[in-house]
C-alpha cells in the first residue's frame, strides 16, 4: 500500500478521496489551512484510521517543507488544494494567484528535490471558449483563451508541471474536472452551480439562470472513486478529464432542483448568456474510463436529489 498526500484534504473533493484511499488501506496524510484534531505531533486523528493531519499553506514553503520533513517521505502527492471558482478568481485575485499559482510551484520545488510521484488537479475551465468537444489533446493543438483569472491560474499550473518534467524528470498526471457536485459540497457563494442552486432553492434564496449554457455534471464520489485509481494505474505525463456522460443546460438543472425542493419558483430569474463564461462543455471521458475505470454510478436528477437530502440534514432543515 502507498504512503500518500492529500493537499486540501479538508476541501470538497479532498475529504471524499481521504476516505477512498482510507478504504483501501493507504496510509494518508492531510494537509490544509485549518487547526484540527491531532494537529500537534502528527498524531493520529480519533476513529479515522490511518489518517493524520497538519496545519498548512502550500504557498508557504516553510510550512510544506516542515510536513514533508516530519511526515514523509510519501509515495504520491495529491495536490488539491486551490482557490476554486471564476468569480472568486475576480473577488479575490490575489489569494487565487498566491494559492495556486506560487503553491502549486512549491509542490513542484519538493518534487524536484524529493522524487514523489503527484498528482495535479487542474479544472475544465481551460479549455475556455473551445466550442467542440473537449478532448484531453485539445490543449496541446490550438490555443484557447482562458475566460477569467481562476482558468488562467489553472493553465499556468499544467505550464508550470510541464517545465519541470521537462527539466528535471518529475513524474505527474493532470486531472481536470468537470463540473464536480454531490454530498459533501458545502455552500459558499463560490462553489458549484449545483451546490449553489440547492442552497438557495431550501433557504429561499433567488438565483440567476443564465440560458444557453451546457455542462456535464460529474458525482463527487464517482470523481474520487476515478482519482483513488490512479495509484494502481499511474502513467507519467498523461492528462486525463474526469467528466459526467450527461450534457445538460442549466436551466434543465434548476428545474430539477426546484420541482424537488418544491421552492417557490418567482425565485429564478432568467437571462441570457453570462459574459465570459463557457457556454458549452461537451467532454470526453474515453482516456479516463480506459486507463481509470472511471465510470458515473448516479445520474444527475438521482444525484441532485442526494444533494439536497445531504443539504437538508447538514443544514438541520
Known sequence: MAKILITGSRGVVGSWLKTKL?????????????????????????????????????????????????????????????????????????????TNAIGTKN??????????????????????????????????????????????????NEQQIRNSGIKHGTETVIVRLFNTYGPGEWYHPYRSVNCKFCYHALHGLPVTVYKGHTRSSTYLED??????????????????????????????????????????????????????TTKDKRVDTSKAEHDLGHKLTVDLETGVKKTIDWMRQYYGL
Request: proline residues 2%.
Open 22 to 98: 482510507l478504504e483501501r488501506g493507504h496510509s494518508v496524510f492531510g494537509l490544509d489551512l485549518a487547526h484540527h484534531l491531532g494537529e500537534r505531533g502528527w498524531e493520529h486523528e480519533m476513529s479515522k484510521g490511518d489518517f493524520k493531519y497538519s496545519r498548512c499553506d502550500v504557498a508557504d514553503y516553510r510550512q510544506l517543507e516542515r510536513v514533508f520533513e516530519a511526515a514523509g517521505p510519501f509515495d504520491l502527492v495529491y495536490h488539491c488544494a486551490a482557490e476554486f471558482g471564476r468569480w472568486n478568481g475576480e473577488d479575490f485575485y490575489e489569494q487565487v494567484w498566491r
Open 107 to 156: 509542490i513542484i520545488r519538493l518534487q524536484e528535490k524529493l522524487g514523489f510521484r503527484l498528482v495535479h488537479f487542474s479544472s475544465s475551465e481551460v479549455y475556455g471558449d473551445y466550442p467542440e468537444v473537449m478532448t484531453e489533446e485539445v490543449m496541446n493543438t490550438i490555443e484557447v483563451k482562458q475566460l477569467n483569472d481562476y482558468a488562467l491560474s489553472k493553465w499556468v
Open 223 to 276: 470523481t474520487c472513486t476515478t482519482l483513488a485509481n490512479i495509484v494502481d494505474n499511474f502513467k507519467p505525463g498523461e492528462v486525463y478529464n474526469i467528466g459526467g456522460k450527461e450534457e445538460h443546460d442549466i436551466e434543465t438543472l434548476a428545474d430539477i432542483i426546484w420541482t424537488y425542493t418544491r421552492a417557490p419558483r418567482e425565485l429564478i430569474t432568467y437571462q441570457e448568456g453570462e459574459i465570459l
